[in-house]
């Protein structure tokens, strides 16, 4: 059974930090690319970080670059996401996904997802 597991979420302070990870099971690791998503009430879902399965390029959206960073841990089947000097902005449901042969920013080439971790942000 493939299992991604969010976990790290919580409730911060404006200009925090947290780290968040995403824990597999039943997939061979290295052969998927990996995501971050986040969605927000009555936004649509966005990619926030991507990192690729062969080289392990990472991307960053805009609206992160500078203040997040994705890094996976191939020989612990996660992947993390960094989040320091965080905003009220960045209050969402973050999700990690896996997808076996797109790097990207678009959910629907993602085959497995987890069920999200709250990140609260407040001012």
């Known amino acids: 059974q493939v299992q991604l597991v969010e976990s790290g979420g919580g409730l911060v302070q404006a200009g925090g930090s947290l780290r968040l990870s995403c824990a597999t099971s039943g997939v061979t690791f290295n052969n998927y690319n990996m995501g971050w998503f986040r969605q927000a009430p009555g936004k649509e879902r966005e990619c926030v970080a991507r990192i690729s399965r062969n080289t392990g390029s990472t991307y960053l959206a805009d609206s992160v670059k500078g203040r997040f960073t994705i890094v996976r841990d191939n020989a612990k089947n996660t992947v993390y996401l960094q989040m320091n000097s965080l905003k009220p902005e960045d209050t969402a449901v973050y999700y990690c996904?896996?997808?076996?042969?797109?790097?990207?920013?678009?959910?629907?080439?993602?085959?497995?997802w987890g069920q999200g971790t709250q990140v609260t942000v407040s001012s």
């Open positions: 996904a896996a997808s076996r042969l797109y790097d990207s920013d678009y959910g629907r080439y993602y085959e497995y």
